[in-house]
């Protein structure tokens, strides 16, 4: 791992914050509204990160409750603690087959859902516009397993209003927030198996159609929800992968970090050095493409991640997928995170002097 606990008390820059200043990178956590009002949470958020995103509160469930009625609390909240704390924000998600109210699953029809997307949008981009670095517009629309040949997944807004819905979203996201970085957002990019080389294919051509067609996209984000096994992947196509989508003039953002740990033994510092070493191998291999430029992790600490209800362990045992453990103590995965920044060649400053471009105009 190369730097221990002993080296994080004596050494300085010790955040993941400080470490990312230095190279011009965001690096970030997504959060949720209990764990922003929980002054030991808050108070490490605040020093681990530059970018923020909501972990559940601008997603359509949420933000729009009701057909006419728009809940914007939770999504204001995490923009004034960002703002507070001097962080960037990712917006996400503004399309997406998961945690749709009801009222839309009952009354969305194919005449009258582009009319639904639009206007959601324009809502909720609008609210935030000029305030937000990028925007997940589209979130996981590929799914090779449903057998489409163009690899887009067989969801309600394909049903309804066929591929088109993706222009539909980005074309309005970028009306409402000509600022953010429009991002094309999905998993199992990353690691080497026939399943995940069928989907970079997928997304490569999707990303190279809404290219083609002068649609406004900026930016890729690899969700990274890596699985720990027993072997370290070979990254040979992701960052082959990666090329290709930088040919494409795109952005990549990390976006969803964290290691399932449900294939490991049981025993904690086991789990935390398995799992350190897949962060600190993945992320040494994506930031040598200088076009990843964000790096965030799916919650900042063991408690209360999505994993023990999404994937839990046979054992039962939660699942120890993050940088820092329950009691707020940083495991091997945030060191990981900290030398493999450390090591990365620095961005173009332009990248931090954007951020704090719009952090004044919040
Ligand atoms: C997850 C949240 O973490 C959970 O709290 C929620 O119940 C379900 O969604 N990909 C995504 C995220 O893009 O929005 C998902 O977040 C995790 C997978």
Redesign the pocket.
Known sequence: MGSGAASFAASAPATLRECAAQKNLLVGTAGSSKQLTDPNVADLISKQANILVA??AMKWQHIHPSQDRFDFTGGDSLLRFASEHRQAVRG??LCWHN?LPVWFQERATSSNAADLLRSHIAAVAGRYAGRIQSWDVV??AVRVEDGRPDGLRNSIWLRLLGPQYLEIAFRAAFEADPHALLTY?D?DLEQDSPLHARKRRSVLQLLTSLRERDIPIHALGL?S?LKAGATIPDWSNLLRFLEQVEKLKLQIFIT?LDVDDSKLPAPAAQRDRVVGALYEDYLKHVLKRDSVKAILT?GISDAGT?LNSFNPRKDSLPQRPLPFDGELQPKPAFFAMRSAILQCRSRHADQLKAVSTFLRRS
Do not use: K, L, M
């Open positions: 972990e559940n996400h998600n945690q979130n996981e957002n998993y969700q929800h969803e799916w999505w």
